[in-house]
């Protein structure tokens, strides 16, 4: 069974301008959790979807959005880049919301120069 | 806002040795308490996990222990090897009914010497 798998790997953006990055899910997992990962703050929730739909929010500005379709691929899109978005993205699948165990890809690092 | 504090950010220990990280939460909503260990270009992946009603968890050489009145966590690694040495974090879940998310630990940056 094949992983989560978040495209692409690497990237590097200039200031100003906008990202999208992607996320397949672990085949029948429905629940997309996105992540930040950087050498100051750790691991920080950004949002959650299930079935097309935003659960929950984590305290990131609006530049941050994303979405999930109906195959439960999800992407998150930054606009207006700033240096300090330079980061590892993590995506992290579960079969359902309310499930404990929730399973990470390798992550999109995001370099903003 | 850091709602779950993690200590030592960093920890040498000799092979064969006992790792230990410790993590305090403040949100006594939290209902799930995960431990999470990442390599280097990895995304973190689950180690043990345990519930506020245990006082402890056992998996093979991890162990969690749980002081819900302290509101702390830890995870020792027994026997530890240098195959150990990686980034751990704790996390804890909060679960509401919009759904819930992990609220993670700063990381603990272990090293195993052979």
């Known amino acids: 069974k094949a992983g989560v798998t978040q495209t692409p790997r690497y990237l590097i953006k200039t200031r100003g301008q906008q990202v999208t990055l992607s996320c397949s899910p672990i085949?029948?997992?429905?629940?997309v959790s996105w992540y930040q990962q950087t050498p100051g703050q750790g691991l920080q929730f950004l949002f959650e979807?299930?079935?097309?739909?935003?659960?929950n929010k984590g305290n990131f500005p609006g530049r941050f959005s994303g979405r999930q379709f109906s195959n439960s691929r999800s992407e998150m899109n930054v606009s207006t880049l700033e240096l300090g978005d330079s980061a590892l993205y993590l995506c992290?699948?579960?079969?359902?919301?309310?499930?404990?165990?929730?399973?990470f890809g390798q992550g999109t690092r995001l370099t903003v120069v | 806002q850091q709602q779950v504090k993690q200590s030592p950010q960093s920890l040498i220990v000799q092979k064969g040795g006992i790792s230990i990280i410790n993590c305090a939460y403040e949100n006594t909503a939290f209902d799930y308490f995960p431990w999470y260990q990442q390599f280097p270009g990895k995304g973190p992946a689950l180690l043990i996990a345990?519930?506020?009603?245990?006082s402890e968890k056992k998996e093979g050489r991890f162990t969690i222990s749980f002081n819900k009145s302290a509101k702390q966590f830890s995870l020792h690694i027994m026997d530890s090897q240098p195959g150990d040495s990686a980034t751990y974090f704790c996390?804890?879940?909060?679960?509401?009914?919009?759904?819930?998310?992990?609220?993670f630990g700063g990381g603990t940056r272990l090293m195993v010497k052979p």
């Open positions: 085949s029948g997992h429905r629940s």
């Open positions: 979807y299930f079935s097309e739909t935003q659960r």
């Open positions: 992290a699948s579960k079969i359902r919301v309310i499930d404990t165990e929730a399973f």
């Open positions: 345990i519930r506020p009603d245990v």
């Open positions: 996390a804890a879940r909060s679960n509401n009914n919009a759904g819930n998310m992990l609220t």
